[in-house]
């Protein structure tokens, strides 16, 4: 399932939503998996339980992380008062998806911010100089996104909830599928990641001991600023139109 959300896609859809449990009972989604009958209609209709427990088996995420995780996710559902959300959702542009994503390119250049795009990651990926990703790096990498987006793309824009979900996406393949201990993630790991849009078990990596927070991810985001000489504000002087006033709480 094409997502804008690797990881969403990864973990969400196949195997784990329906409750049958181990992240070792997940298999891959190959091409139309709508086919492979881990769920009737793939990527459709995930609701809070299901995102709770996906979360918090194939990555140990904590219930209040992925509980307002699902709050978020199901603004991009343009039902009213919806319970439940799909992946094609979290793709809409300006309601989560923002511009200068990692892997993406940006909405109004190609019409298209919810396919991996080479170039886009690319530059992303040049940052990550070291065997071991880095918090400067990944921060880096995400300030560079930014600039090359807001000088190549005319409609660029950049909500204040976009902007926090952006230093939420690295923070997310730092601390999440890399070592919040350490604040590093193994290249090969991410890599791995995103270009196969798969968690990379096959490479080694495994599910963390440690439970991640809110509060984790609150540090995460902020220690993500703070390595570009960044605050929240800063960045947020960087977007030229506010499209959504949406806040994560803290
Ligand atoms: C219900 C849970 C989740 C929701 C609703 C969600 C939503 C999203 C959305 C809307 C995007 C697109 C942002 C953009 O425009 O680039 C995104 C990207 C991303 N997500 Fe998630 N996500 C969830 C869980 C996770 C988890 C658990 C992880 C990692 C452990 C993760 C890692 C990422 C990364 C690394 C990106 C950046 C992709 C890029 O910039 O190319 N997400 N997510
Ligand atoms: C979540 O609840 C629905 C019913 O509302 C159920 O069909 C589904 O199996 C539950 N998911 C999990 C992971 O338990
Ligand atoms: C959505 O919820 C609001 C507030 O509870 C309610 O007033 C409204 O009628 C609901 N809309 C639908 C379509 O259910
Ligand atoms: C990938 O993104 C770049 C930069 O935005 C863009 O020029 C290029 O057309 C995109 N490639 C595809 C295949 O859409
Ligand atoms: C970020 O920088 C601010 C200001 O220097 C500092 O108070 C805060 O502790 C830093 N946060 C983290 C998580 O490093």
């Not at 919810?114 to 790096?137: A, L, M, P």
């Not at 902007?163 to 090969?188: C, H, M, N, W």
Request: hydrophobic share 35%.
């Amino acid at each position: 399932m094409r997502s804008t959300c690797l990881v969403a896609a990864a973990t969400l859809v196949v195997g784990l939503v329906r409750g049958q449990g181990a992240v070792e009972d997940w298999h891959p989604p190959t091409t139309g998996d709508a086919n492979h009958g881990y769920l009737p209609h793939t990527g459709k209709g995930i609701q809070l339980n299901d995102t709770v427990h996906a979360l918090g088996v194939a990555l140990n995420i904590d219930e209040e992380v992925a509980t307002n995780l699902f709050g978020f996710a199901i603004t991009t559902n343009p039902e009213p008062n919806a319970t439940e959300f799909s992946l094609e959702n979290l793709g809409r542009h300006n309601v989560l998806e923002h511009d200068a994503s990692l892997s993406r390119a940006d909405f109004a250049i190609t019409g298209d911010s919810v396919s991996f795009n080479r170039t886009v990651y690319d530059e992303t990926r040049s940052y990550w100089k070291t065997d071991t990703i880095t918090v400067q790096q990944a921060a880096d990498a995400r300030l560079a996104r930014y600039t090359t987006s807001q000088a190549t793309n005319p409609d660029y824009s950049m909500s204040s909830l976009g902007d926090q979900f952006s230093a939420g996406e690295s923070v997310a393949y730092l601390f999440i599928l890399g070592d919040i201990a350490t604040q590093t993630a193994p290249r090969k790991f991410v890599e791995y990641l995103f270009e196969n849009e798969k968690l990379p078990t096959e490479v080694g990596w495994k599910r963390s001991d440690h439970v991640f927070t809110w509060e984790n991810l609150q540090t995460g985001i902020q220690m993500i600023y703070n390595a570009t000489g960044t605050t929240a504000e800063a960045m947020q002087k960087m977007r030229r139109r506010e499209i959504h006033g949406g806040s994560l709480r803290y």
